[in-house]
């Protein structure tokens, strides 16, 4: 008899409990690490929403050195690592003097900080989220 118990003394292994809580706080951190990795994306599609602004941006100054005019420009609406998917670049119709170029996101771009991103032939930018007020954190 005294053998059994020493046998069992000697087995170990974990508890249902030691297993829960294991598992609760591998959930926790899985929680935490998803949330920072979605929030890291939406900062990556706004810098690359940002990109194509610009772009567009130099786009029109060049066209305005070449013919003294924004009118009859087509303003770019597509750019490289700014999928559609995310934002919805758009240009209006430019004048002779001005234009504007708005990145709006979609439903799929959940960025409530700047929300939609936009750039005029003054290189005024400007952001309609929670952050309109100081848009150097979106740009």
Known sequence: MKRTQRMRAG???FTLIEL????A?????AAIAMASYNWAMV???RAAAVTCLQQGAQFMERYYTTNMSYKDATVPTTC???SATFYTVSG????ASAFTITAT?????NDTLCGTLTINQQGVRTAS???ASSPAQCW
């Open 105 to 109: 996101p979609t439903s799929k771009q």
């Open 43 to 45: 900062k990556s599609r």
């Open 80 to 82: 490289d690592g700014v």
């Open 129 to 131: 989220g929670t952050a």
């Open 11 to 13: 087995v170990t292994g």
């Open 20 to 23: 829960m809580i294991t598992v």
């Open 25 to 29: 706080v591998i959930a926790i951190l």
């Open 92 to 95: 209006g119709t430019p004048t």
